[in-house]
């Protein structure tokens, strides 16, 4: 099977003033599509492998390359244009199931975002921040993934992208600013749909 750069399901400026157009385009259109070109081909050499010592030397490319494609492929459904800006749904969590989750387990979604942008931030170099839900107490829990490792050890429900290429341009350094911002286009209603399947069974 080949893997294909999935559309985005908004503008490349939509997530303006948060996300400029100029990140989201170089991070979908050529840090995305990196991924997916050596993800297929990494697939092809493994299936041309002959011996298990030319199989296990491509695993990391597997891994790097397939959690690339994978975490991206999430990240852009994860984000939705701003209700403050009047473009769209970002920024609001409306009540309901998800809402209901994360006071049970945080308090309030203030404090949820408090703790997921203090745990994401002390990632050192490049990874992931993620709000998962835990498999067997079907809790809520902040955790963090490094380099372009997926999330197994929960089913993601919001996935950030810390790698510099996602925040550069626009916050340089200060990648504490991009995750302040990032929630005004978080998609909970997106976040709510893969609660609920996680919740009801399904892996995603």
């Excluded at 600013?177 to 997106?190: G, H, P, Q, S, T």
Aim: hydrophobic fraction near 40%; charge should be negative.
């Amino acid at each position: 099977m080949t893997h294909t750069l999935p559309p985005l399901p908004y503008a490349y400026d939509a997530l303006e003033p948060y996300i400029s157009s100029q990140i989201m385009t170089l991070h979908h259109t050529k840090h995305h599509q990196t991924y997916v070109n050596a993800l297929n081909a990494a697939e092809a050499a493994y299936t041309k492998a002959s011996t298990p010592k030319e199989r296990i030397a491509l695993q990391a490319a597997l891994r790097f390359n397939g959690g690339g494609h994978i975490n991206h492929s999430l990240f852009w459904t994860n984000l939705a244009p701003s209700a403050v800006e009047g473009k769209g749904v970002g920024g609001v969590l409306r009540e309901g199931p998800l809402k209901e989750a994360i006071i049970s387990t945080f308090g309030s979604l203030e404090t949820l975002i408090t703790e997921f942008n203090t745990t994401t931030a002390a990632i050192q170099g490049s990874g992931w921040g993620w709000l998962g839900l835990n498999p067997s107490s079907k809790r809520l829990e902040v955790v963090t993934t490094a380099n372009q490792d997926p999330l197994l050890s929960h089913v993601p429900i919001i996935g950030v992208d810390i790698w510099e290429h996602a925040f550069y341009l626009q916050y340089l350094n200060v990648k504490v600013d991009y995750l302040k911002a990032i929630w005004n286009v978080i998609n909970f209603e997106e976040a709510e749909r893969r609660y609920l399947e996680a919740v009801g069974g399904s892996k995603l």
